[in-house]
């Protein structure tokens, strides 16, 4: 299995050059929440550009505060934007979790409209050309996002343990939360089923198969 980090603002100052020996491929940040440009990750034009220039292939994620569908509208709008003019051949992922507790702070969507914001997100992304697919993490995966609706979007399952427990079908694994290099504390991987495949100068497999609200503006404008 080819061996992989994603990366973001947290690891500023690491160089992908320190990686290139231990990196298969790269996943990286674009950004979180709407379009908004405070809301692009700070780290993401430089860690692309380096790791083109080491010919490492890279997707990118966008972390997702969607609360309604409208919101993963303007949350495509930003990542589009990120990716003019580049190539992520490892695809596009929407990141769905909610790891700062803002979704149940401001009103936690129920299961239906949380697949809905992903299928959206996804949808989207694809009708521009993109592979993509949606990060999560087991417990998410098996509750909150369990529905046959997402089955034809890959999954990148993080579940930070010696094996993958999840059912479904899925090409990346995210394993650990501490593999440690230059004294940098990184989130690694595994590309389980290599999904890439060459058609021209874009990655796709035509399909992505597998083998916020007014108040947020004014406060902290994750969402629409």
Request: glycine share 8%; aromatic share 14%.
């Amino acid at each position: 299995m080819l061996h992989g980090f994603d990366l973001s603002y947290a690891q500023e100052g690491l160089s992908v050059s320190s990686l290139k020996d231990k990196a298969d491929f790269l996943l990286l940040r674009a950004g979180y929440g709407g379009d908004y440009s405070d809301q692009d990750d700070s780290e993401f034009d430089r860690f692309v550009k380096e790791a083109e220039a080491l010919k490492i292939p890279w997707g990118a994620y966008l972390y997702s505060y969607a609360l309604t569908e409208k919101d993963a509208d303007n949350e495509v709008k930003h990542m589009l934007r990120l990716l003019d003019g580049k190539n992520p051949t490892l695809g596009v992922w929407i990141d769905m979790e909610d790891a700062d507790h803002y979704k149940t702070n401001h009103g936690m969507p129920s299961n239906d409209t949380l697949v809905n914001i992903c299928y959206k997100f996804c949808e989207q992304i694809e009708n521009k050309g993109y592979y993509t697919g949606i990060y999560a993490s087991l417990s998410w995966l098996e509750n909150q996002l369990k529905s046959s609706k997402l089955d034809r979007f890959n999954k990148w399952v993080a579940q930070w343990n010696s094996t993958c427990d999840y059912k479904g079908a899925y090409s990346i694994w995210q394993y650990t939360n501490k593999y440690e290099i230059a004294g940098k504390r990184l989130d690694a991987n595994y590309l389980v089923n290599d999904f890439r495949k060459e058609e021209g100068d874009k990655v796709s497999n035509g399909k992505s198969r597998v083998l916020q609200t007014g108040e947020n503006q004014i406060t902290q404008h994750y969402g629409n």
